[in-house]
Antibody, heavy 119, light 110 residues
Framework: EVQLVESGGGLVQPGGSLRLSCAAS????????MTWVRQAPGKGLDWVSV???????YYADSVRGRFTISRDNSKNTLYLQMNSLRLGDTALYYC?????????????WGQGTPVTVSS | QSALTQPASVSGSPGQSITISCTGT?????????VSWYQQHPGKAPKLMIN???HRPSGISDRFSGSKSGNTASLTISGLQPEDEADYYC??????????FGGGTRLTVL
């Protein structure tokens, strides 16, 4: 059974850093494309970043240069390193696994980890 | 990376059909057949309903269908059921190898 469990969220001051983790089971992160998507309270989905099986990574303009997506194949875990956090980064952060047979859709989602940026 | 444009809300009665539009540009929706649709119930994670414009993942009801014309993609739900009441989001791959979501549409089943 495919499972994704996010962790690492919390309260951080503007300018601070956090590293989110997404522990995967039932599949290998190295063999899947994976993404981070966030949702601010009461708002819509906002795409953050994607990592493909070959290691290519892409970012939304709003986070490029501040966030880094990566994976640890030995731990079967996806990460999102978030630096220089801003008030606007406050959101529930979801990780998701790519849908087999596509390259841009996401079939399995975690339940999210909340990030609050506040002074 | 401007968000795709969706109507804020749509509504329909049980048994009816509704269509949700998703308008992008020639750099995203119009350029690729990589539009997906997600359903999200309150407090829950999104659920993939349609990928690659028209494909339904296994287990998704055939009451859900997708299409595209030019820069606008559409999700049609036929035979509305109470459990279809949710928020719906489209997403598209873009010419800069990124992804973009629509603003979301709240579906109310009257």
């Amino acid at each position: 059974e495919v499972q994704l469990v996010e962790s690492g969220g919390g309260l951080v001051q503007p300018g601070g850093s956090l590293r989110l983790s997404c522990a995967a089971s039932g599949f290998t992160v190295s063999g899947s494309y994976m993404t981070w998507v966030r949702q601010a309270p009461g708002k819509g989905l906002d795409w953050v970043s994607v990592i493909y099986t070959g290691g290519a990574t892409y970012y939304a303009d709003s986070v490029r240069g501040r966030f880094t997506i990566s994976r640890d194949n030995s731990k079967n875990t996806l990460y999102l390193q978030m630096n220089s956090l801003r008030l606007g980064d406050t959101a529930l952060y979801y990780c998701a696994r790519g849908f087999v047979g596509s390259t841009t859709a996401f079939e399995y989602w975690g339940q999210g980890t909340p990030v609050t940026v506040s002074s | 990376q401007s968000a795709l444009t969706q109507p804020a809300s749509v509504s329909g009665s049980p048994g009816q059909s509704i269509t949700i539009s998703c308008t992008g540009t020639s750099s995203d929706v119009g350029l690729f057949n990589f539009v997906s649709w997600y359903q999200q119930h309150p407090g829950k994670a999104p659920k993939l309903m349609i990928n690659d414009v028209t494909h339904r993942p296994s287990g998704i009801s055939d009451r859900f269908s997708g299409s595209k014309s030019g820069n606008t993609a559409s999700l049609t739900i036929s035979g509305l059921q109470p459990e279809d009441e949710a928020d719906y989001y489209c997403s598209s791959y873009t010419s800069t190898s990124t992804l973009v979501f629509g603003g979301g549409t709240r579906l109310t089943v009257l």
